[in-house]
């Protein structure tokens, strides 16, 4: 475990709980809450380690073949994230955490499950938490590196879609200054499709398009991995 993940959190110093700022008269004033940024930091590690280390700890580029290797160089050496697209079991989070390990020095990673993450903001919806959706996705959204894993498997409804272009194209604004990984079982085509409804027809345009903006494409192919254990 690293200082970082030791330190103490600036915003309850290690008690857990907090003040909510409001003014005097709110029915909330003086009342203690579960620390917003310790709730936000207890689930980030839980995915990241879920996701990642217990599965992925031995994970790196030299598992994949020298050409998916080169287009994993080639993308992050020009600041570019990458697209990573194939069929289930191909190894797509694994190459998403080796991408992770390999860039570790420059850019802290995080990986999640997308229908997790969504699930996540949903409950921070819940007022008794402390949590504010906002703070919840913004922390998401500026972390340096962030793995969207399994993009595109959720199902797809006004919120989901405002809620995932609002995370894609704030991390697009902040130009190099932050890293997109993606993984998806569709392509960038039938992403956009996936996203397109009746309600919002436009919506898997501008999501797929800020999506192949950040992202270069890799692709990944083969038989399924886990069905050959």
């Not at 797509?92 to 993450?117: E, N, R």
């Not at 194209?169 to 993984?183: C, Q, S, V, Y």
Request: one cysteine or more; aromatic letters at 8%.
């Amino acid at each position: 475990m690293t200082e970082a993940e030791t330190s103490v959190c600036p915003d309850c110093h290690g008690l857990g709980l907090v003040r909510r700022d409001v003014n005097v008269g709110h029915p909330d004033f003086g009342k203690a809450i579960p620390c917003p940024e310790c709730y936000w930091d207890q689930r980030h590690r839980y995915l990241f380690a879920e996701s990642i280390w217990r599965r992925y700890a031995r994970a790196r580029l030299t598992d994949f073949s020298v050409g998916t290797q080169n287009l994993v160089r080639k993308s992050l050496n020009t600041g570019h994230g990458c697209y990573i697209q194939g069929p289930n079991g191909v190894g797509k989070t694994h190459l998403a955490a080796a991408i992770i390990h390999h860039t570790w020095d420059t850019w802290h990673g995080a990986l999640v499950l997308v229908p997790q993450l969504l699930d996540l903001i949903r409950q921070s919806f819940n007022k008794d938490n402390g949590v504010v959706p906002e703070n919840l996705l913004d922390a998401y959204a500026q972390s340096p590196m962030l793995v969207l894993d399994d993009f595109g498997s959720e199902r797809v409804t006004s919120w989901v879609q405002e809620t995932l272009f609002k995370m894609i194209l704030d991390r697009e604004l902040a130009g190099e200054n932050r890293l997109t990984i993606i993984t998806s079982n569709l392509t960038l085509r039938e992403l956009r499709d996936y996203y397109n409804t009746n309600e919002d027809p436009l919506a898997g345009n501008r999501i797929a398009s800020r999506a192949a903006a950040m992202c270069d494409v890799v692709v990944l192919t083969g038989a399924d991995r886990r069905l050959q254990r």
